[in-house]
Structure formats: C-alpha cells, structure tokens
C-alpha cells in the first residue's frame, strides 16, 4: 500500500506496473467498501494493464476531512442539452459524488495517469460518472458495475437512508471481534455466499469507515437532486459508458441499471452497453470476477 495527499487528505492506494497497453484502469470502489474489493479483478488484469485502486476519502486506509486540512473552492457546475444550459449548483458538502469526483481527478493527474478507463462500483460507479464528466481528454470510458439509478421514488429513498442511518448508528468497534458475525456479511446482497475472507473484509470495512464520511456519502447521493441529475449526466457524456447488471442484484435492480444506461448514445443506437451476469448479486467483482474481468477486457478491445 502506499499514500498520497489528496486535496489536503491523505489516501491509500495501489497502483500496478505499467504494461504495454496505453490505457491505465482505475477503480473506484462503493459505500462502506474499499479498494479491497477489486483484487481478484485486478490480479486477472494487471498483466494486461496498470491498474489503480484506491480508497476514497473517509473509507478504508484513506483520511477522513480534516477540521483545517481540506479547503477547496466550491465550483458551479453546469450541464447542458442540445447547447443549451439546464441546471447550474455549487458543491455545497465534501460527501457529493461530484466532491469525490474532484479528489479523483486531483488523483490521476497527481500520478500522471493521463488515459484510462475508470470502473466504479455502485456508488463508485456514480463517482465515475462524474470524473468523466471532467476530464473528457483523459477519461477514454467508464464502466459501472451494480450501479444505475436515476428514478426517484421519494418514499422508498427516505426508507433506504432511515435504514442505513440505523445501520451506522448499532456498529460498535467490537461488532468485528463478535463470533460468526462474518457469517451475515457473507449472505448479505449477494446470490450466494462469500468466502468468509471476503466476509471478514466487510465487517473490517463497515466498521471502520469514517462515521460523517459514511453518513454524508449516504445523505448526499440519494437526495432528489442527484439522482435526477444523474440521467442528464450520462446523456452528456461523449466517451462510452457500459454498465454491468447482476441478474440477482436486490440492491440495484437490473431494470434500473437499464434505466440510467438508456440515456447514453450507446443505448439508443445498440442497446449493447448492457451486460447482465447470472446468478450475481451485488458484489459482482467478488462473486463473479473471471466474468467481470472478461467484460472489461471486451469492452476496452472493441474501443481500442
């Protein structure tokens, strides 16, 4: 593991030795994960191509904000349609997934990583979305793995952060040292169980994540504003954008998966930026990594 300061916070990460290919892959990882997460994915890769895994900020090995350590200015951001101007906001908290996108963005130019596919995992995935967003030249695509969205169901949003807010508020530092507690992490969204490994990584990883990062990520992600917001990103978005779906996922349903990835060209003219995995539930990198790394590598060829 090695670190870099971000932004005025420090982050962990990992980057593998450079290969012959002219495009570095980088993943981004989701909620309450960490870069972990990506391994069995990057071991089938990374004889192919540099990859990058790193853990965002509050989330794994990396720093939470400081109190002084982390002052940056609060663009507007405006997208357009048809050239025309249809919403413009200032970030206004450190938890948007546009404000992990800047850390992002800070990141690769830091490592002088100046062409790559970005890969994002649920969250992950919408933080993807908005690094390409900003960095056109230097992003060549971006590939979401369980991740969609773009409907907003005001009820069923309010459910799913008055869950999690409960969620974070039972878990004790000694919840990891509970005997068998790996076992219900290990069956918990996925179609079936992880190794106990994997599962003793996820008690490792809910437990330790920073509790305002946690918090705020879970806030600021599922407002109404943002996830209306993301449909109009990805129709923006010039480089391609594939999205890959567990058949099983509960957490992110394929239908909505399909939803968001409807709004990019791909979809329109092909309906082929839609891979769907069988028996896979929420996790796909961790339940179906031969398929997930297999998918990536067809996705760069066919764009190479």
Known sequence: MATIEVLGVSHAYELTAPTSSPYALVFVHGWLNSRAYWQPV??????????????????????????????????????????????????????????YACDLVAL???????????????????????????????????ICINSGGGIYLKEAFEQFRNAGQKLLQIRPKWLSQMPLIDLIFARDSVAR??????????????VSADPEAALGTLFD????????????LVSELKQPI?????????????????????????????????IEIPECGHLAMLEQPDKVASEIRKIIAQHS
């Open 108 to 142: 690769l130019e830091q490592l002088n990583i100046n062409k790559a596919w970005l890969i994002g995992h649920s969250l992950g995935g919408t933080i993807a979305l908005w690094s390409a967003s900003q960095m056109s030249e230097r992003v060549k695509g971006v």
């Open 42 to 99: 990057v071991k089938r890769l990374s004889v192919d191509f540099q990859c990058l895994s790193y853990d965002l900020r509050g989330f794994g090995e990396s720093k939470p904000k400081g109190k002084s350590d982390f002052n940056r200015e609060q663009p507007a951001v405006t997208l357009k349609q048809n050239n025309l101007s249809f919403f413009t906001y200032y970030v206004d908290s450190y938890y948007t997934p546009y404000a």
């Open 242 to 274: 594939y999205f890959i779906a567990g058949v099983d996922d509960k957490v992110m349903e394929p239908k909505y998966v399909k939803h968001l990835a409807s709004f990019h060209p791909l979809f329109q003219y092909s309906g082929e930026n839609v």
């Open 221 to 232: 992600s599922t407002t109404e504003e943002e996830v209306n917001r993301l449909p109009q």
């Open 193 to 206: 169980p992880l190794e106990r490994y994997w599962a003793r990584q996820r008690v490792i990883d809910f």
